[in-house]
């Protein structure tokens, strides 16, 4: 008699959904010649030097615990880094925590914040993960619809608007994952005037801060007037250094909000992979110049493929930054849904439906060009074939309408 289980499981986790990109990447993986253009992983390798320095220390014994924030080289590390490229300054010994990865960070700072039915904020379309970890944590994920006609951004109107006397935080992802926008210095500072009228913390995940392509420089939002002093500012090393597999992420943050989520830390994680934080000591110190090489390669990846599916009919705003583009397919009258299965089916090219980063992402798809160029070119021509075969099935169901 098989045993049941569901009363033992926390209410919370039992209504969680499943990930939507997992179910694709998981698809795509079990049938053979598929082009994959929805997991947002970089296609490079780990550079050498990085790699290098964490065998390196395995070799010679590094092995044990480090300190429950981080090894404080590595720290102070990451203390420089914010300062040189972003402007911001935090103290090495009571400000930065290393963590497993941007998500980690993430579910810290919800925990250390949250208590039960407290609102967040959250800017949609949106990373599949947000809204879960909120809810996890005893809080309730408000969603704020965005739209490809104002760029994908967040509008100062639309947060008082959605505002309560139950808003405690906002979570913003600039440049954003899935639609790559990205918020300028001018857009930050109008936010921030909401943001300090109805004391709010800011929750910033700049995990894509290394990947712009705009001439503006890239604005972290704790370097904006009045917002260092509530910020969590959320990175790692996973997009811009092509660590996705390394796990490791880092939070900075006031020392009296750093104090708390290192409590919660010391009892769910004791600290982060020893040999892994010498290989981001490394990067940082010397991997820079494969960051820019990277990026540069983005960039020309993006304008293909924003400029290939203008053509093809798929309306795809120019994302300011990330490796994703997020073009509209309601002209093909297909849920995004709908879209994403049958072009892997039809044409063994996976995207992302746009429905799983909320519900304003119905109709669109994520594409991710963190691939090679010859595979998007071999991916835009399956795409572009598919568009014509259900053009050619409207046409023959429906003529008249058709040629209307």
């Known amino acids: 008699m098989k045993h049941e ?43 050498w030097g990085t790699r290098e320095a964490a065998i390196l220390s395995l070799e010679q014994g590094y092995t044990s615990y480090t300190a429950n924030a981080g090894l404080l080289e590595l720290r102070e590390e990451i203390s420089k880094y914010l300062s040189t490229r972003f402007g911001v300054q935090y103290d090495p010994t009571n400000q930065i925590i290393v963590t497993i990865g941007a998500s980690q960070a993430l579910d810290l700072a919800f925990r250390a914040i949250l208590n039960q039915g407290d609102e967040v904020l959250i800017v949609e379309p949106t990373f599949v993960s947000y809204a879960p970890l909120v809810s996890i944590a005893g809080g309730k994920p408000v969603a704020i619809s965005t739209s490809p006609e104002n760029g994908f951004k967040v509008t100062p109107e639309q947060l008082e608007a959605a505002i309560t006397e139950r808003t405690k935080a906002i979570l913003l992802c600039s440049p954003n994952n899935p639609t790559g926008s990205m918020l300028n210095k001018s857009e930050l500072e109008a936010i921030a005037e909401v943001i300090e009228k109805h004391d709010l913390i800011v929750l910033s995940d700049e ?5 712009v392509y705009e001439d503006e420089p890239y604005t ?60 981001a000591i490394e990067a940082l ?79 669109f798809i994520r594409c991710s060009y963190a691939t090679s160029m010859q595979q998007l070119q071999e991916a835009m021509k399956r795409i572009q074939r598919f568009i014509e075969t259900i053009k050619i099935n409207r046409k023959e169901k429906c003529p008249a309408e058709v040629s209307n």
């Open 220 to 279: 972290s939002f704790a370097a904006v007037k009045g917002m260092y002093e509530r910020t969590i500012l959320i990175n790692g090393f996973s997009k811009g250094f092509a660590m996705t597999g390394w796990r490791l992420g880092f939070l900075a943050a006031p020392s009296e909000l750093v104090s708390v989520m290192l409590k919660i830390f010391q009892y769910t994680t004791m600290c982060a992979p020893h040999m892994m934080q010498h290989g």
């Open 285 to 363: 110190r010397n991997g820079y110049h494969e960051v820019e090489t990277m990026r540069a390669s983005y960039r020309r990846r993006r304008n293909y493929m924003v400029q290939t599916l203008n053509e093809m009919g798929l309306d795809c705003h120019m994302p300011g930054g990330a490796f994703y583009v997020f073009p509209s397919i309601k002209s093909t009258g297909l849920s995004s849904e709908q879209f994403a299965e049958e072009l892997l089916m039809q044409e063994k090219v996976a995207v992302v439906p746009g429905n799983v980063f909320g519900e304003s992402g119905e109709g």
């Open 5 to 47: 289980y569901s009363h033992y499981f926390s209410e919370v986790v039992k209504d969680l959904k499943p990930s939507g990109i997992r179910k694709f990447f998981d698809l795509a993986a079990s049938m053979e010649g598929v082009i994959s253009l929805g997991v947002g992983e970089p296609d490079f390798i780990t550079p």
């Open 207 to 211: 995990i894509y801060s290394e990947l």
